[in-house]
């Protein structure tokens, strides 16, 4: 999700703070006690970088979900929050037959990375790669899955692992729907519809 963000503007905007703070502890214990020595400016901006990063590591890993539900519009100006677990329909072909298989998705997220895992019954899937990204021209936000498919050995025919690669959409609307087609390094093609 970071990926969305204006990354250089964000840290310049941290940077240009935190300066900012530091030097009006140092200014402000000037005027009112002694003139502090080099060493206690040091310290000073030590214990408050210290302080910044601790902020941050817990605003990226678990205060980004208070934001969130806290501003909904985060979710149309970043990108959604999609969190949770997820009913999904598999809408499947290859050169022979198609056919159709439910499952469950668990979607993992915060501000540094995102993750899904598929749990079906005849076989799970990994995540390999995750990108949240929006179209360039409507700002859709769109989700670019690349995963690994590990056949449960139920059948004779389960088959060994295979990659698979997808591009979901996310529902404007409500943000309770994705969908999109994929194709698989067995040369299979699809498409999938996750809801909440």
Known sequence: MISILPITRII????ISYGACVAFVVVLIGKFGDYPTLWSSVGIAISGGTTLNALLFFLIYFGWKRIWSMFPGLNRLVFPDLNGSWNMSIHWQNAEKNGFVTAKAQIKQNLLRISMEVFSRDSDSETLIALPK??????RPILYYVYRVVPKNIKVDAGASYEGSAILKISTSSFDRLSGNYFTSRRTTGHFELSR
């Open 12 to 15: 310049g905007i941290v940077a």
């Open 134 to 139: 929006r179209d360039s021209e409507s700002g």
